[in-house]
T-cell receptor, first 115, second 114 residues
Framework: SAVISQKPSRDICQRGTSLTIQCQVD?????MFWYRQQPGQSLTLIAT???????TYESGFVIDKFPISRPNLTFSTLTVSNMSPEDSSIYLC?????WGTGELFFGEGSRLTVL | AQSVTQLGSHVSVSEGALVLLRCNYS??????LFWYVQYPNQGLQLLLK??????LVKGINGFEAEFKKSETSFHLTKPSAHMSDAAEYFC????????????FGTGTRLQVFP
């Protein structure tokens, strides 16, 4: 298993600003995933972050809007840029069990409200 | 592309009653299937998973799910609901073999009444 800490747990942001979410894992992991959970909806994968390479973004998500850093095997950041009210969501960091079986461990999420 | 469909965005049961949450997947090849649970203000945690071994999978907190290939279903059940089971439940499928990328269903919110 893995213990994942996210910061901030919640924030209220102004339109047009940017916010960086941090994700810290208690063990070294190859792949980290960033998900978005919009109000009342399911989880949507934003991107996959591998250490030492550019993040891989899913359809509908772009690096300019959601830049991701992965400086080492235990840490990643997701920035939500130039925010609008439509970006109000819970952003979740997750890591795989490392066996390619889809078993994921999640942080508690960062709840962003954009005014 | 893989997808999962969860029937019923809200399910309400009385404490002690049977819990049945429905999930159907779309795939010609049996994938890996999962149920995750999200308690209020928390991240998701794995409830149980199917990885092509036994078709009846037992998970935590008394939950189980049965993989039925003929019906492309993976419904979640619990014989007797407890108040602490109130949460959001997500069915998920791997995008393919040997990957940790998951496709999630839209979720079912379970309410348990005393």
């Amino acid at each position: 298993s893995a213990v994942i800490s996210q910061k901030p747990s919640r924030d209220i942001c102004q339109r047009g600003t940017s916010l960086t979410i941090q994700c810290q894992v208690d063990s070294q992991v190859t792949m980290m995933f960033w998900y978005r959970q919009q109000p009342g909806q399911s989880l949507t994968l934003i991107a996959t972050a591998n250490q030492g390479s550019e993040a891989t973004y899913e359809s509908g998500f772009v690096i300019d809007k959601f830049p991701i850093s992965r400086p080492n095997l235990t840490f990643s950041t997701l920035t939500v840029s130039n925010m609008s009210p439509e970006d109000s969501s819970i952003y979740l960091c997750s890591v795989g069990g490392g066996w390619g079986t889809g078993e994921l461990f999640f942080g508690e999420g960062s709840r962003l409200t954009v005014l | 592309a893989q997808s999962v469909t969860q029937l019923g965005s809200h399910v309400s049961v009385s404490e002690g009653a049977l819990v049945l949450l429905r999930c159907n997947y779309s795939s010609s090849v049996p994938p890996y299937l999962f149920w995750y649970v999200q308690y209020p203000n928390q991240g998701l945690q794995l409830l149980l998973k199917y990885t092509s071994a036994a078709t009846l999978v037992k998970g935590i907190n008394g939950f189980e799910a049965e993989f039925k290939k003929s019906e492309t279903s993976f419904h979640l059940t619990k014989p007797s609901a407890h108040m602490s089971d109130a949460a959001e439940y997500f069915c998920a499928v791997t995008e393919g073999k040997n990957t940790d990328k998951l496709i999630f269903g839209t979720g079912t919110r379970l309410q348990v009444f005393p």
